[in-house]
């Protein structure tokens, strides 16, 4: 594998070069004393980048995005969105950078982007900048999820800043380095079709169609194909977030891709008890995106997609109207495959158990874990070891152990298989006690506990001796209050 340090990268520019319409030329702000407080070695390995290069004042000048190769041309993407239901047709990177396209040692083409950069103009009222804690928050959930085996972009560094940033109080400002498979947007198509130029609109559906490698070559309609690709993705996607109990706070079609890769951790935690009505983003007052809302948000949003794609489904109106229904129709099924697949594998339940009998057995125990408080995560490897014959340490979860030796005496006579359960059950999860632990002490200086906790989560399903507190739910006096914060 090529190594190249990190002056000589190269970056390429098929996006910019291809859709300039949505390409704004611009450039970082500088950064008075750049800082590197996270680098994820693995992954730049996996990009045949150099780490140490990338630890050189040369190689922090592109990861906060003021020393960029030879020939980048780094831009701020437009798109627009609906957030909380409300368009908003000019929306774009505010605070953030394309640098370009890293094509790695596998061949395929990723994006290089950094947010924190400085305002663009599309900042509107914003700063341009970010803080400390919210630009490890994302490194670190990315992380997570990406372990976790949920598709997310992933978190390439975290660089302090050397400036301040105003919010609440002064805090200290980071830009944070991530890569995606692109950062093409529901809200990409919205502003395609909003711009009223259906030669730009296609153009961006046939550079989406060949940069994720959409099958098509066999397709009756390669808009619809698109279209069917992205909603199989995202369908599979959220029904994993709801597996693992993550709730992203804030789906709004900006913040959904075409990759079906999970992207912008904002307000985003982890549910520990179990309950569907989970919110924790401060500004989402309605609960639209609480934990079970999540499926109709993602399908709310391909919806979005479908109408901005329309005018490519078919030039008839009422046939792409037809054929963009008949496609939204298969989302449903989709996600709830994905999901009973997923509680399948949770309960560590042989595929020959009838599905009718898995989905009795999952509602029922939901509704347990529900009246119960129960937590989400540890739940089910407390169950493997159910599974293994020691039922005590998942009853004492319970205050109604008659309905739950019920559900037990069901469930064990299918013979779940613990040792399954164990490998698709996380005992690690970035608990959010633990994640603003390690944030407060990386924004006052001290990385050991971001670090620490970095490591931990890297591995999420396998047991380690010490680490007790980190599978642990949190202290009683944190849970109820606690509340997430976008746009920081
Ligand atoms: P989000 O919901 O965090 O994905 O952001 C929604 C929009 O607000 C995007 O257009 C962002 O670029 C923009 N934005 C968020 N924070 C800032 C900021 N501090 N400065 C400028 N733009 C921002
Ligand atoms: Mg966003």
């Not at 780094?74 to 094509?103: I, K, N, S, W």
């Not at 900042?123 to 490890?136: E, H, N, Q, S, T």
Request: include cysteine; charge should be negative.
């Amino acid at each position: 594998m090529s190594v190249l340090p990190a002056p000589t990268v190269r970056l390429g520019d098929s996006f910019a070069r291809t859709l300039p319409e949505l390409a704004l030329p611009w450039q970082a702000e500088a950064a008075p004393e750049p800082r590197l407080l996270a680098l994820n070695e693995p992954l730049a390995a996996g990009l045949g980048l150099d780490a140490a290069a990338l630890r050189t004042p040369e190689g922090l000048q592109l990861l906060v995005g003021t020393g960029v190769p030879d020939g980048a041309n780094p831009v701020a993407q437009a798109y627009a969105g609906h957030q909380f239901g409300g368009f908003t047709p000019r929306l774009g990177d505010g605070r953030a950078l394309l640098l370009g396209e890293l094509t790695g040692p596998d061949g395929a083409l990723r994006d290089l982007h950094l947010k924190g950069s400085g305002r663009t103009p599309f900042a509107r009222g914003g700063d341009g900048l970010a803080a400390v804690g919210p630009m490890l928050r994302e490194y670190l959930v990315a992380e997570a999820m990406h372990a976790l085996g949920i598709p997310t972009t992933r978190s390439l560094a975290v660089v302090a800043t050397g400036r301040a940033v105003r919010r609440e109080t002064l805090l200290p400002g980071a830009v944070l380095a991530r890569v995606a498979s692109s950062h093409l947007r529901v809200g990409t198509f919205q502003y395609a079709r909003t711009s009223g130029d259906d030669a730009l609109l296609r153009r961006l559906a046939d550079y989406a169609i060949e940069r994720h490698g959409v099958p098509v070559a066999d397709a009756e309609n390669r808009y619809l194909a698109l279209f069917e690709s992205v909603l199989a993705a995202q369908a599979s996607l959220v029904a994993r977030w709801m597996l693992v109990g993550f709730v992203h706070g804030v789906m709004n079609t900006d913040n959904m891709t075409i990759s079906g890769e999970t992207i912008d951790y904002g307000p985003c935690a982890f549910m520990e008890a179990f309950d569907p009505d989970t919110v924790y983003s401060s500004i989402d007052e309605g609960g639209r995106y609480r934990y079970r809302n999540q499926p109709l948000a993602a399908e709310w949003n391909l919806a979005r997609l479908a109408e901005a794609l329309l005018p490519l489904f078919a030039e008839d109106t009422q046939e792409a109207i037809a054929l963009a229904e008949g496609a939204l129709s298969r989302f449903r099924p989709l996600y709830d495959a994905a999901w009973s697949d997923g509680m399948r594998a949770k309960l560590g339940l042989p595929s020959d158990v009838d599905e009718a009998v898995v989905a009795g057995l999952v509602e029922d125990l939901l509704a347990l874990l529900q009246a119960d408080h129960v937590d989400h995560t540890s739940f089910y490897r407390r169950l493997a070891e159910a599974a293994r014959g020691a039922a005590e340490p998942a009853r004492l979860l319970f205050l109604d152990l008659v309905g739950f030796d019920a559900w037990l005496a069901r469930w064990r006579a299918l013979g779940p298989d613990g040792a399954a359960m164990d490998r698709v059950n996380p005992l690690y999860i970035p608990r959010n006690h633990l994640v603003e632990e390690a944030l407060d002490a990386a924004t006052a200086g001290d990385l050991g506990p971001f670090e620490a906790l970095a490591a931990v989560l890297a591995a999420p399903f396998d047991e380690r001796p010490g680490l007790e507190r980190y599978a642990a739910p949190a202290p009683q006096d944190f849970g109820a209050t606690f509340r997430t914060f976008c746009g920081t």
